[in-house]
């Protein structure tokens, strides 16, 4: 979904305050079982995370692989410094070295890495096979690759509300017009078979909250996808998408979908990928 990463040429939609930061560590939280299930690295192996934002994903991918190597890096220093003081925190014996700097300029040897993860990362680039290309580059032959994103058009919710989708709508056209895109996931495995990796395999994980999954309707519906859609209010009405009015009536309608009776489904992509 998207998210923490900040990288060439296209800014960042949710912008780099502390409510967008806040987010981030709900989303990671809430999310951390379904998005990361699966990816486990061998203690001793050399990890990338490229895009690591505030480090709330790589809190995670710490977790589930004790042991490794792990550089991450970031466009944003400001990022990357609220990065290191998160897994100072809760993964004080982690191994991590920082980088800041591009993803499409690393300073890395050509298969400096056995894996290679990112997640949120692709929407916010104008050319994200560029971006492949270069993460491909400093990955070993046979090495792997793990990409996760988010597909906004895969949101549904129930009470259906023509106003609530036009407002999701909105950031999607926000982010277009900002050079990255919020519907790639459904993009995957094209952009990573283009891009010359291998055995590309694409599995969908998906998000469903009602009144019976009441953390997942707090830390997902409210505190993930409708804070991401509000956080862009000024920015939608700078561009004249909507009045005030037309928006506020959309987040409105959005959010009965986290009241008695509403529900909300969503879907991440999680793609793994061989250099060959």
Do not use: N
């Not at 042991?67 to 990357?80: F, K, Q």
């Not at 792997?144 to 994103?149: P, Q, Y």
């Amino acid at each position: 979904m998207t998210t923490e990463t900040h990288t060439r040429a296209a800014p960042y939609v949710h912008g780099y305050s502390d409510a967008e930061a806040q987010r981030l560590g709900d989303q990671a939280d809430t999310l951390a079982e379904l998005l990361h299930a699966g990816t486990a690295y061998p203690a001793g192996s050399r990890v990338l995370e490229a895009g690591c934002g505030v480090g709330a994903q790589t809190v995670h991918l710490l977790a589930g692989s004790p042991g490794v190597l792990l550089t991450a890096t970031d466009l944003s220093a400001e990022s990357l410094d609220q990065a290191r003081a998160r897994v100072a925190a809760q993964a004080p014996a982690a191994r991590v070295s920082w980088h800041h700097g591009d993803l499409h300029r690393l300073p890395f040897p050509d298969g400096a890495f056995d894996h290679v993860f990112l997640c949120f990362v692709l929407e916010h680039l104008p050319d994200p096979a560029a971006g492949l290309a270069a993460l491909r580059r400093v990955l070993r032959p046979g090495g792997t690759i793990t990409v996760i994103e988010g597909d906004h058009g895969s949101a549904f919710f129930h009470p259906e509300s023509a106003a609530a989708r036009r407002t999701v709508d909105h950031l999607v056209r926000l982010q277009a017009a900002a050079g990255g895109d919020a519907l790639i996931g459904r993009r995957l495995y094209p952009l990573l078979t283009a891009a010359g990796f291998a055995e590309v395999a694409v599995r969908p994980r998906t998000v469903y909250a009602d009144g019976g999954r009441p953390a997942l309707v707090e830390g997902f519906t409210l505190r993930t996808f409708v804070a991401m859609v509000e956080a862009v209010r000024a920015e939608v009405l700078a561009a004249g998408l909507a009045t005030a009015e037309a928006f506020d009536r959309g987040i409105a309608e959005l959010r009965r979908a986290a009241e008695p009776g509403g529900t909300f489904h969503y879907t991440f992509f999680k793609a793994v990928a061989v250099k060959p």
